[in-house]
């Protein structure tokens, strides 16, 4: 059974700050995060924005990969070979605009 995204998170960032010797408040000021949620995440009580894990990845000197459990060597990406690119979207057309009928 494979364990929820959070967990991982969680148990990843707390192991890695704990090594790192930073404190909770520490931490989440170097992540531009409250402590509240920083303490949420490690407690498994809060998921993030994309945006917040690449900021607490830079902050632990690792990568989203490895927080997110993609990799389990915290200084390398993943092995995954890159997804297929998905075909570009068409221009959008103009939209028409009318006048709204008044009555």
Known sequence: MTR???????????????????SQPELAQQADM??????????????????KIAALATALGTTA????GLSDDPEKASERPPQ???APLPPKRPRRRTAASVG
């Not at 409250?34 to 945006?51: C, D, G, K, P």
């Not at 990969?65 to 997110?68: A, R, S, T």
């Open 34 to 51: 409250s402590v509240t949620t920083l303490n949420r995440v490690e407690n498994v009580h809060q998921s993030l924005y994309m945006e």
């Open 4 to 22: 929820p995204i959070r967990e991982i998170v969680g148990e990843r960032v707390l192991v890695l700050r704990r090594r790192a010797r930073l």
């Open 65 to 68: 990969d490895y927080l997110l």
């Open 84 to 86: 297929a690119a998905t």
